[in-house]
């Protein structure tokens, strides 16, 4: 049987609750369909007023399907965010900035935390433009975790690679026009949205490359 998604999960407790949508996105202070534009995941500050509103919710049971819908007395610290599955969110956007610079001198006072739908994130970052659409849109969050290149790349998957020249998030790929000559690898870095060309970057302008792991759309109230 396929598991349920949050949304889905949601919608179990407002039924067992006796709680009508209207009622539960008036509580929250949302629009009205806000539930119908639930994706993969829960935005913290939002996940945090729902505990407030409803304390009896089991919120790893929300998130990640574990354990029972409702909190029994005396449990200690059910419900609390696991943490694995927390991590810090990064003040640069993917095609801004550098990712390296933040990702080994930031400071956690200088982040705050967001939970990722997946454990083992190293980082969190958000994405600008909509080169990645339609799987990324502006705004959204990406989970990202650093992987060893020179052993094995995954190619054509969706990758952060951060560069000397600031952060992209694309699909890369081998490229095939590389010599002997060339003093420099090269790999390609392509866009979902093709209004947008593939661009060339050598390797020797790569400071590391981050898979995606997990993502949320800001859009959906955080």
């Known amino acids: 049987m396929e598991e349920k998604t949050v949304k889905q999960r949601l919608l179990d407790y407002l039924k ?37 509103l409803y304390p ?49 001198g930031v400071a956690e006072r200088d982040c705050r935390k967001v939970v990722s739908p997946v454990s083992g994130a190293d980082f969190a970052i958000p994405i600008k433009g909509d080169s990645m659409e339609p799987r990324f849109h502006e705004g959204s969050i990406l989970f990202i975790k650093k992987i060893n290149e020179k052993a094995f790349i995954p190619w054509g998957s969706p990758m952060v690679i951060d560069t000397e020249n600031g952060v992209l998030v694309k699909n890369i790929y081998p490229d095939d026009k590389s010599s002997p000559e060339d003093e420099d690898g090269y790999v390609i870095a392509k866009s979902l949205n093709p209004q947008y060309p593939p661009i060339r970057i050598p390797t020797s302008s790569i400071y590391g490359i981050y898979r995606v792991i997990g993502s949320f759309d800001t859009f959906m109230g955080s």
């Open 16 to 52: 067992h609750k006796r709680i009508t949508q209207k009622e539960f996105t008036e509580a929250l202070g949302v629009s009205p369909t806000y539930i119908g534009a639930m994706r993969k995941g829960m935005p913290p500050v939002k996940m945090k007023r729902i505990s407030e």
């Open 56 to 104: 009896d919710l089991n919120r790893d049971w929300l998130l990640y399907g574990d354990g029972e819908m409702l909190l029994t007395p005396g449990d200690e610290g059910a419900g609390r965010l696991k943490s694995e599955y927390e991590t810090l969110l990064l003040p640069v956007d993917a095609c801004a900035g550098g990712l390296q610079m933040w990702s080994q």
